[in-house]
Each structure stands twice: as structure tokens, then as C-alpha cells.
T-cell receptor, first 114, second 112 residues
Framework: NAGVTQTPKFQVLKTGQSMTLQCAQD?????MYWYRQDPGMGLRLIYY???????DKGEVPNGYNVSRLNKREFSLRLESAAPSQTSVYFC?????????????FGSGTRLTVV | GNSVTQMEGPVTLSEEAFLTINCTYT??????LFWYVQYPGEGLQLLLK?????DKGSNKGFEATYRKETTSFHLEKGSVQVSDSAVYFC???????????FGTGTRLTIIP
């Protein structure tokens, strides 16, 4: 019962480098999400995918792109990393069509941009 | 959209003390309400939830009651343990809107 798996767990990038954060879920959930967590800011939604083949911007999408590769996988790409993107990134998934079930979260990726 | 306001932290309590973490929300309609817990170095885990007014969610000795009249969902536990030390997040979601809105989190530390 893996749930939501994120890779890598830790990453250090130089300013301007690119990278992709990977996320996969094995619960057959339709909806997937990317959040960032910063001290004192709580969780902020970057992008989400309500179903396979669709993606939408969240609260803080600038500097990021996403791909819903298939029903299981939802990746987050930083094309040109900036120090302001230093954060902990969480992927989550949920059943679609209702808000009553809540989300299942991955264990996070701690990203430092120097 | 929804907004969630929760008690500023950090909160420090002695073991076996009574815990309350306040959470209030603003929303159109009747959201589902959640408490998540985040242990050090881990992701968020669903602690409890309530989907309609007057529902009480409970888990691991924690409870929260959905109060429509005060738009609140306060988290309580009668006797906390050191193992309850974590960050607690309140969240709200509307039916048909899959996005959860989170509060900023409350860090709880329990000292022996």
C-alpha cells in the first residue's frame, strides 16, 4: 500500500537549473495536486489535475509546469529554478467529484535553490 | 473562495494537558472540514473529518465538531501525549470543488 510516492526526497539546485519532481499514486484516484509548503504560509496550491489529460493553475503557478502523464503520474517541472522556489513540495491525490474524502499526501520533496 | 483561519502557534503543553486548537472558516455553501497532522519530516496525514453541520469527527483521541452557527471546527484532545507533537492543519472543501483550502498550520509541542 504505497499510496502517493514522490521522488526525489531531497534536491539542491543552482539558480537557473531545471528539474522535474515526480509523483505517482496507486489508489486509482482521478485527481492529483502539487502544493508547496513555506514557513508561516501553510500549503499553497501550485497546479492540479482533476482528471487524466487535464491540468489547471492553482494559487502560485508562476515558474512551474506540470504534466499528467497518465492516471497514476503527475510531474512538476521547474524550468529555471530561482531561490524563491526553495520550499518543500507535496503531491496529493483524491477521488474526484466531491470534496468529502480529503487528500492523500506524499512524503514531500525538500528543494533548495542556491 | 474558501478561507481557513487557525490558531497561531507554536503551542506548548505539558503531557496530559487538555488541548484546543481553534479553526474557523469562511465559505460559500457548506464545506467539508478536515484536520490533518504532519509529523516531523513527513507528509500530511488525514486525522479526522466532518461533512455536515453538527457532525463530530474523531480519531486517536482527537475530536472536532462542525459548528455551522459559529463557522468553526476546533480540534480538541483531553490528554495529550509527547507523541502528539506535530503540526496540525485545518482545511475546508466544497462539494464539487475538489480543491482544499488549508490554514497556515499550528505547531504543537508536548513536554514530558
Amino acid at each position: 500500500n504505497a499510496g502517493v510516492t514522490q521522488t526525489p526526497k531531497f534536491q539542491v539546485l543552482k539558480t537557473g537549473q531545471s528539474m522535474t519532481l515526480q509523483c505517482a499514486q496507486d489508489m486509482n484516484h482521478n485527481s492529483m495536486y502539487w502544493y508547496r509548503q513555506d514557513p508561516g504560509m501553510g500549503l499553497r496550491l501550485i497546479y492540479y489535475s482533476a482528471s487524466e489529460g487535464t491540468t489547471d493553475k492553482g494559487e502560485v503557478p508562476n515558474g512551474y509546469n506540470v504534466s499528467r502523464l497518465n492516471k497514476r503520474e503527475f510531474s512538476l517541472r521547474l524550468e529555471s529554478a530561482a531561490p524563491s522556489q526553495t520550499s518543500v513540495y507535496f503531491c496529493a491525490s483524491s477521488e474526484s467529484g466531491t470534496g468529502t474524502y480529503g487528500y492523500t499526501f506524499g512524503s514531500g520533496t525538500r528543494l533548495t535553490v542556491v | 473562495g474558501n478561507s481557513v483561519t487557525q490558531m497561531e502557534g507554536p503551542v506548548t503543553l505539558s503531557e496530559e494537558a487538555f488541548l484546543t486548537i481553534n479553526c474557523t472558516y469562511t465559505a460559500t455553501g457548506y464545506p467539508s472540514l478536515f484536520w490533518y497532522v504532519q509529523y516531523p519530516g513527513e507528509g500530511l496525514q488525514l486525522l479526522l473529518k466532518a461533512t455536515k453541520a453538527d457532525d463530530k469527527g474523531s480519531n486517536k483521541g482527537f475530536e472536532a465538531t462542525y459548528r455551522k452557527e459559529t463557522t468553526s471546527f476546533h480540534l480538541e484532545k483531553g490528554s495529550v501525549q509527547v507523541s502528539d507533537s506535530a503540526v496540525y492543519f485545518c482545511a475546508a472543501s466544497n462539494f464539487g470543488n475538489e480543491k482544499l483550502t488549508f490554514g497556515t498550520g499550528t505547531r504543537l509541542t508536548i513536554i514530558p
